[in-house]
């Protein structure tokens, strides 16, 4: 009867590569003999590295799905020694756990994608509000043109790293007190390429891209809010050996505005009004970022109050119809009045019941002048 390999490591058949290496990982820990002087686990750990060996190679696994022994033919070795040429050594192990042996990473392209960049653009009240077309001037990496990316002089190629022989990356042993141990890291002549440039281009120096700068229209639309930040999809620094460009970011700096402030789609401005054209109501003349409006003041409007111009403030970003313009009224007393305005004015205090004003909090009720008598 055929060894089930999957059950030593016990796992059911369809699992996936990293289950059976973390299987194994786990097992080898607990079992090698180095670490656990128990006399069965020994043979135990001898098991598993043949459950191991038998599911992580191809042909092997196959002749396990079929219901076959892969060691049985003769085809495959047994597990060998701890410390021999044959798989359970130390360094069989290591090769599981970090990747060492026939599961190399192999050489990395030369071409990476390019990074992204931001760039800070100052615009209006009234830019942001209605939108507009601007040029920035941005300083990125852009393609050589005299290599077009390759990184090599004209006429010349890349040619394979001697010291790695191509794979990217090197190999050394060391020896532990439980055995050799084998690491692999990126080559250093080749910087895990596998490939050298004996003659490189000499404007980019072998990189496939130079520094330039270049301007880009940008289209701000309307509504857009400081902070804000506008996507422009491969317009930032191209990778390198030529790699595809990241993306630029414009990010929105609204400047202030002399009379308007901004919350969201809203727009907020204050208007001063002389306390004789509060009571009496007036008609304002106010002058908007869609030009001037005219607001009509009832009479008896207090301060503080709060009038609403309907679609008078900026445009609903990807939505459609306008924020509002809130006018906050301040009424202005006056502070200096001459001997005829004084007079006038507590004659009508006189009429109004309001020269001798009650104090706030009681049945009395202050009038609209009560402030000039304090």
Do not use: W
């Amino acid at each position: 009867m055929a060894t089930d390999y999957y059950g030593l490591l016990g796992l059911t058949r369809g699992a996936s590569d990293t289950d059976i290496k973390k299987a194994y990982r786990r097992l080898a820990r607990d079992l090698h003999p180095d670490v656990n002087p128990d006399p069965g686990a020994k043979e135990r750990f001898q098991e598993v590295s043949r459950a191991y060996q038998a599911l992580t190679d191809p042909e092997k696994r196959r002749i396990v799905d079929l219901g076959g022994d892969p060691f049985d033919s003769g085809s495959g070795a047994s597990a060998g020694g701890f410390g021999g040429a044959g798989f359970g050594g130390l360094g069989d192990i290591m090769d599981a756990f970090f990747g060492g042996g026939a599961a190399t990473r192999g050489p990395r392209s030369r071409v990476r994608a390019g990074g992204d960049a931001l760039i800070r653009l100052d615009l209006d009240l009234d830019e942001t509000v209605f939108g507009t077309t601007k040029d920035i001037t941005v300083d990125t990496a852009v393609l050589c043109d005299a290599c077009t990316g390759a990184g090599t002089a004209p006429g010349t190629h890349p040619t394979t790293c001697v010291t790695c022989s191509g794979r990217g990356e090197v190999q050394s042993v060391q020896r532990s007190f439980l055995g050799q141990v084998v690491a692999t890291r990126p080559c250093p002549t080749c910087a895990g390429t596998g490939q050298v440039i004996p003659e490189p281009c000499p404007k980019c120096g072998g990189d496939g891209r130079v520094r330039a700068r270049r301007t880009i229209p940008v289209k701000v639309p309307a509504g857009v809010e400081d902070g804000m930040r506008i996507r422009l999809t491969g317009h930032g620094e191209v990778g390198p050996g030529g790699g595809p460009a990241g993306d630029l970011y414009v990010e929105i700096a609204e400047r202030p505005h002399d009379v308007f402030t901004r919350d969201g789609e809203d727009l907020h401005c204050r208007v001063t009004l002389p306390m004789t054209a509060a009571a009496l109501g007036t008609t304002l003349t106010l002058d908007t970022l869609d030009g001037q409006e005219e607001i009509d003041i009832r009479p008896g409007t207090q301060s503080g109050s709060v009038l609403t111009l309907r679609a008078k403030g900026a445009p609903r970003l990807r939505a459609t119809g306008r924020g509002n313009l809130m006018v906050h009224v301040e009424v202005e007393t006056p502070t200096r009045l001459d001997a005829e305005q004084e007079k006038l004015l507590r004659e009508l205090a006189a009429l109004r019941g309001e020269d001798r004003p009650a104090a706030a909090g009681t049945d009395g009720h202050g009038g609209l002048f009560s402030r000039l008598f304090k």
